[in-house]
């Protein structure tokens, strides 16, 4: 199950990086708010996958399920 959440954040952060570049902003403070939140994502995705971090216990722990 790590796996898939950790695929879901991967795909998310590229999507945020994609979406970003695709669509600009006319501000820039908005344009790095997507590259930063994206290459957050990313980190989280791969960091679940090789093992690093538990990224499914982590969503439980922030809501407490």
Do not use: A, C, E
Request: aromatic fraction near 16%.
């Amino acid at each position: 199950m790590n796996i898939l959440v950790s695929l879901l954040f991967t795909l998310i952060g590229i999507y945020f990086i994609y979406n970003t570049y695709k669509k600009p902003s006319p501000l820039i403070s908005t344009d790095m708010k997507g590259y930063i939140g994206g290459i957050g994502f990313l980190y989280v995705g791969i960091m679940g996958f090789i093992g690093k971090i538990d990224v499914l216990q982590i969503i439980k722990d922030i809501f407490s399920l």
